[in-house]
Every structure is written in structure tokens, then in C-alpha cells.
């Protein structure tokens, strides 16, 4: 008798809702052993990122982590939380990343082996969801981002309307040049404006800068640091949005951050003091020889003699000639970031549109009704401005 053909088993497959703290925190080295496999390796899809993160969000939302395992094994996360937003006055069940305003890149985190196969599951689960959610909202795609490409292929599949809009690009500086050599690509207007910012805080008094690099100790411990920065903080102009680190959900993120980053050697701290005055900080991230910029404030009533920006120069000064390569300032299309560079990284954020009345609605509004609001608007202040007498072609 001919042997029979030996047919392979299917790998199992499955997607779990995590809504928990205490499973979210189980996740760690399952989460970040897939995150390291990932195209877009980032410490931004870290485990210990979205945990610093979670610290700040759960007082406003819930945990939302779709897990997707293959033979047991975690191979996919789509790190998201649920909360409800006001749109135009109405209450929308919103499901988003997991990010804080410190964000610069988030995604569905899986190798490229996995991805299509986890986009899929992802979709499906969230079709057989939807009368949880309204909106699926996902910020701070980068270029090689998998939501933006096998997910949105997924969702579209799977008869969701889908948007995707470009958003403030992230500036960067190339650090593989000297110093020198960067700096006399810098316009005139730049280094003037730098030239009388060091001569008015020379006058202010005596002048101290410090590095806390990765890996740095003995001078001050983690929570001193995170106490400094947070003292400069609540005297910027952030101070008024709420978002300063001396508030409460801010302050938990920090401070979170600061001990797991410690952890990691990734934490980069800058402090600028006059006459031992704290007067502006830069909080940043190093990993991969990159350098992420997440925070610069300085004292508003020091405005005057312009900390901030002195700071940012020695800091760019310093950070060449260390075999990094690049100094990422962040999302934004802020006028004296491009002052110092002309390189961005695009940045895109995509939204799909559940099938509950609301979100329907939502749908028609922001995909149809506002465009044709926005161009009408637009228009008629162009009339408007029109001399008296014009007439269209």
C-alpha cells in the first residue's frame, strides 16, 4: 500500500485582550523580545516606554492590548487604550496607542515574519469587537511602520472607512559630521541669535552645565535629578497646559521612566543652572546611537537671558565627535527646530472608523463634511481679503 502523505498540523493562533496592570506587567521580557526583532527597532516599542506611558494614562483611560500568540508564543502586540473623547460635543469611544506627548514614533509591534498574519488577526478581532469602539485612532507612524501598511491593508479588508493624514514631521540632526563642519552650514540669523543669547546669560550670573549621561552616578541619584527638572518645569510656560511634571500624571511618567531608563542606560540628562539656580533642562533618551530629545523647558522668568536656547547649543556642540548618529528633536514643525536642520522623518496617523451609529457619523464628518467645510472656509477668506473691485478668472 502507498504510504500516506503526512499532512502538517496548523499552528495555533490566537488573539487576547489584556486589560490589567498586573498582566500587562507579566508581558515584559515576552514584549520586548519581539519588540528587538522588530524592522523599526525602537526603544519607543519598548516595554518599559509603554509602561512609563501607562502611568500617566491610567488616570483618564484603560488598558487595550491586543496580544496575538502563535503556538502560546507572543509574537504581536497592538498596544492600545480604550477612553472616551468629546467630538464636537458628543462622547466617542475612542480606542488609541498607548502614548503620552512625549511619543515620537508608536506601531504594531511585530517582526516583519509576523506581520501580515498578525494585522489580519488584529482586524478581525477588532470587527469582532466593534460594538466596544467607535474610532481606532493611531499616532506617530513612522515610514516603515507596519499599522500603516499591513494593518491598514487589514482594516480595509475587513470593511472599516479608513483615514490616513500626514502629521508634524520629526526633525533631526545628522551627528556624523564635526561640530564645526555642521555649524557653518547654520544661517547667520541662527548664530547672531546664538551669539547674543550666550552674552546675555554670561551676565546673568555664574554659569553651570550638567551632564547626566548613560550610565552616569554619584552625582545625585535618580529621584534628586527627577526632583531638578521637575522644579524647572513647573515654572515654564507648560506650567499653564497642563502637561508640566509637576502634575500629577506627568510626574508619574517621569519618574517611572527615569528609574526603568536608568535601568536600560538610556537615560541623558542635561541641567543649566545660574548661580546655582536651576534655570533649564533637556530630559533625553540615548539607544542605538541615537539620541531622542524628549524635554527642554526653562524658568519663564529667566525668559529674558534665554536659558533654553543656550542650553540646546551646548548640548548640540557636545553630542558630535561621539560616534553617534543622529539627534531626533522630536515631533513638531516648530520655526527654531528648522533653524537647525532641514531633516525630518515623516511622521502619519491613521484612522479607521467602527460601524456604530457614532462612528458612522464621525466617519461622514471628518472624512467628508470637514474637508468641504475647510475649503469653503478657506475660500471665502480669500474673497475676503480679495482687493475691492476683483474679480475670478
Known amino acids: 500500500m502507498p504510504a500516506e502523505p503526512v499532512t502538517s498540523k496548523p499552528i495555533a493562533t490566537d488573539v487576547r485582550l489584556v ?32 509602561d512609563a506611558a501607562w502611568q ?33 460635543g458628543v462622547a466617542v ?43 481606532l485612532r493611531l499616532k506617530y507612524l513612522g515610514s516603515e511602520s507596519v499599522a500603516d501598511s499591513a ?24 551627528l556624523d559630521t564635526s561640530w564645526t563642519e555642521f555649524y557653518a552650514t547654520r544661517g547667520r540669523r541662527l548664530k547672531k541669535a546664538n551669539n547674543l543669547a550666550a552674552n546675555r546669560l554670561q551676565r546673568a550670573g555664574e554659569i553651570r552645565i550638567d551632564w547626566h549621561a548613560p550610565g552616569f552616578s554619584g552625582a545625585g541619584t535618580v529621584d534628586e535629578i527627577v526632583d531638578r527638572v521637575t522644579s524647572i518645569s ?17 510626574q508619574a511618567f517621569i519618574r517611572r521612566l527615569s528609574d526603568l531608563a536608568t535601568d536600560r542606560q538610556w537615560l541623558s540628562v542635561w541641567l543649566l543652572s545660574i548661580d546655582s539656580r536651576p534655570a533649564a533642562m533637556e530630559i533625553q533618551l540615548i539607544a542605538d546611537g541615537n539620541v531622542f530629545g524628549l524635554r527642554s523647558d526653562f524658568d519663564a522668568r529667566l525668559e529674558d537671558v534665554s536659558p533654553g536656547s543656550c542650553l540646546n547649543r551646548h548640548i548640540l556642540e557636545q553630542l558630535f565627535g561621539r560616534g553617534l548618529h543622529r539627534y531626533y528633536m522630536g515631533p513638531g514643525n516648530n520655526a527654531y527646530k528648522h533653524r537647525w536642520t532641514d531633516q525630518v522623518e515623516r511622521v502619519h496617523e491613521l484612522t479607521a472608523y467602527g460601524r456604530s451609529l457614532t462612528g458612522r457619523a464621525l466617519a461622514a464628518w471628518e472624512t467628508t463634511l470637514k474637508p468641504v467645510a475647510v ?3 478657506e475660500r471665502f477668506a480669500r474673497k475676503k481679503n480679495e482687493p475691492a473691485g476683483s474679480m475670478d478668472d
Open 19 to 50: 486589560t490589567s496592570a498586573t498582566e500587562f506587567a507579566a508581558l515584559r521580557g515576552p514584549w520586548n523580545a519581539v519588540a528587538v526583532t522588530c524592522k523599526g527597532r525602537s526603544l519607543f516599542l519598548a516595554h518599559e516606554w509603554f
Open 56 to 88: 500617566w494614562r491610567q488616570a483618564t483611560s484603560r488598558l487595550y492590548l491586543l496580544c496575538y500568540y502563535r503556538a502560546q508564543r507572543l509574537a504581536a502586540v497592538l498596544p492600545l487604550v480604550a477612553h472616551v473623547a468629546k467630538v464636537r
Open 93 to 135: 469611544r475612542e480606542l488609541a496607542f498607548l502614548t503620552v506627548p512625549d511619543t515620537q514614533w508608536c506601531d504594531l509591534i511585530a517582526p516583519s515574519s509576523d506581520a501580515a498574519e498578525a494585522a489580519d488577526a488584529f482586524a478581525s478581532e477588532l470587527r469582532r469587537r466593534q460594538r466596544e469602539w467607535d474610532v
Open 151 to 174: 494593518l491598514r491593508a487589514a482594516l480595509i479588508a475587513q470593511r472599516f472607512a479608513v483615514r490616513r493624514v500626514e502629521a508634524p514631521s520629526n526633525c533631526y540632526i545628522p
Open 234 to 250: 513647573a515654572t515654564s510656560w507648560k506650567s499653564k497646559t497642563g502637561t508640566s511634571l509637576d502634575n500629577p500624571g506627568p
Open 375 to 377: 475649503r469653503l472656509r
